[in-house]
């Protein structure tokens, strides 16, 4: 870059943003970060690790990690296969493909509390599958560990399926032409190429994924409940302590607000990168 | 009854290819013509990766394809190198000529043994742990090379094996793909829309242009005397 252009900008067209913009911009960008500021703030830094440890929460994050992390584990189990279906599923009838990508679509636009609602219809005591499971085996999912597991699977395998399907979509395939012409067979050219080039896509999804599950709220609430080393998972038990120790909530508002700021750090090529290309 | 012996037509919406072919053992064979002309398709349906519409297409005594018999790429064996190459990003130098004698059920240790000793064989045994990336033009010619040769074929297919190559570093390369081409005693087509390339490595030349063959023979006989405008313009500025 020549030496000039740090006092002289080559692009004669300047910004090209009218005056009165600015100030509606700048009352966006407050309110979008003025909160996280405040919760930065008013955190009580000093008593966090002894909240952490002392108190219920700790028991909601090592559920709120397990449980994310097995939303997660499912999510890329279930969701990697359906995204290739989705992506190489080219020779089908196009209204078929859009169903269902309309339908992988649904939770991502859905209330949580109405995908929880849901849930129960379809797991719980008499709900479509649940009654079988109960009458058959004496088992009930709804206000259990997988209650919460499942609630956080649903909402967040939609962010893995399309994450690995956009990556599937800009994959080369003739790698996968060049793996045959080798004498590969379908399942290693899926294991050993194909995989491995859509690794980053999976990467990303996946910490989507979990991020969406950490913040579950609506859906598990509404499925899974409230009981303590159960189903509390971290923003339960944030809203809880709310009304009874407003300490510990903050603490609990640090704490996923930090695991937040990781994701955005795990994720900073693909979203604030776009920014400087 | 040995060598290739490939007669077909690909039929597309809006183009059709008809191709005959005699390639024999020891022998390289260069289709040669503009973009869009077929020689890709050509190319890939001889590696199996587009099945023609009618014909067939046979390899010593197997028949690889027609009317009632396919063989996938995957079974077919032909050794294939890309126009841009196509090494795995994501393997090693030597993982990716190992790739094929793995995928064949080579136990991985042996496998990459026999990739290390191919890779020193064309100079390139201190790039056998870079990532593609790192490899130049030429070095990644090489590997793909090796990559396909490795499984010994019978039938080596090269695409546009100089297009990937910028012009300064052309000329060697095209000398070492000469050198290999001649220790390798299997059929060989090349396709190419350059004909300085088809000339310097094939023994015979087929003209392709928008799907049919305009003329075939000796590189040399086929420079000289043009079968048409086409063909004429084709070696004009090839220094034949």
């Known amino acids: ?277 | 009854m040995s060598g290739l012996h490939a007669s077909f037509t690909v039929e597309r919406p809006a183009f059709t290819l008809t191709i005959d072919l005699e390639v024999g053992t020891s022998t390289v064979t260069a289709v040669v013509g503009p973009n869009g002309s077929g020689k890709t398709t050509t190319l890939m349906a001889l590696a199996g990766l587009i099945r023609p519409t009618s014909g067939h297409i046979r390899l010593g005594e197997r028949t690889l394809d027609d009317d009632t018999r396919y063989v996938s790429a995957a079974h077919r064996g032909a050794g294939v190198v890309f126009q841009d190459y196509l090494l795995f990003p994501h393997l090693s130098a030597v993982e990716n000529v190992a790739f094929g004698l793995i995928a064949r059920g080579t136990h991985r240790a042996v496998a990459l043994d026999a990739a290390r000793r191919w890779l020193a064989r064309l100079d390139l045994e201190n790039f056998a742990a870079v990532r593609p990336g790192q490899l130049s033009g030429g070095q990644a010619q090489r590997v793909a090379l090796a990559r396909a040769l490795i499984l010994e074929p019978e039938l080596l297919l090269l695409d546009e094996p100089m297009a990937a190559l910028d012009a300064s570093t052309r000329t060697e390369v095209r000398r070492d793909l000469i050198t290999e081409l001649r220790a390798y005693n299997g059929s060989t087509v090349l396709v190419t829309h350059d004909p300085t390339d088809a000339l310097a490595l094939a023994d015979e030349l087929i003209v392709l242009d928008a799907g049919s063959v305009v003329q075939r023979g000796i590189p040399a006989q086929v420079a000289a005397t043009p079968a048409n405008d086409y063909v004429a313009g084709l070696f004009e500025h090839a220094g034949a």
């Open chain 1, 1 to 277: 870059m020549p030496a000039s252009s740090l006092s002289r900008s080559p692009d004669a067209r300047g910004s090209g943003i009218p005056g009165i913009l600015w100030v509606p911009a700048g009352i966006a960008l407050a309110f979008l970060v003025l909160p996280v500021v405040s919760l930065l703030v008013q955190a009580p830094w000093r008593t966090l690790g002894q909240v952490v440890v002392g108190s219920d929460v700790g028991q909601s994050l090592a559920l709120s990690l397990g449980a994310g992390a097995a939303a997660t584990v499912v999510s890329i189990v279930f969701g990697v296969p359906l995204a290739w279906v989705l992506a190489r599923s080219t020779g089908w009838n196009p209204a078929i493909r859009r169903l269902l990508r309309a339908f992988v679509t649904v939770p991502l636009v859905l209330p949580p509390v109405v995908g929880g609602i849901a849930l129960v219809l379809l797991l719980g005591r008499t709900g479509l599958i649940g009654q079988f499971l109960y009458r058959w085996f004496d088992f009930t999912i709804p206000f259990t560990t997988p209650a919460v597991i499942i609630s956080e699977s649903f909402v967040a395998m939609p962010f893995l399926v399309l994450s690995v399907e956009g990556a599937l979509r800009g994959a080369d395939r003739r790698y996968e032409d060049a793996a045959a012409t080798l004498g590969a067979s379908r399942w290693m050219i899926f294991r050993r190429v194909t995989l491995p080039l859509v690794a980053p896509g999976i990467l990303a999804g996946a910490v989507l994924s979990f991020a969406r599950a950490l913040g579950e709220f609506g859906a598990t609430i509404t499925f899974a409940g409230d009981f303590p080393g159960v189903t509390r998972t971290m923003p339960i038990a944030a809203y809880i302590a709310l009304e009874t120790d407003p300490g510990a909530a903050y603490v609990i508002a640090v704490i996923l607000l930090l695991v937040s700021v990781a994701v955005l750090f795990l994720l900073r090529d693909r979203w604030i990168g776009g920014l400087t290309s």
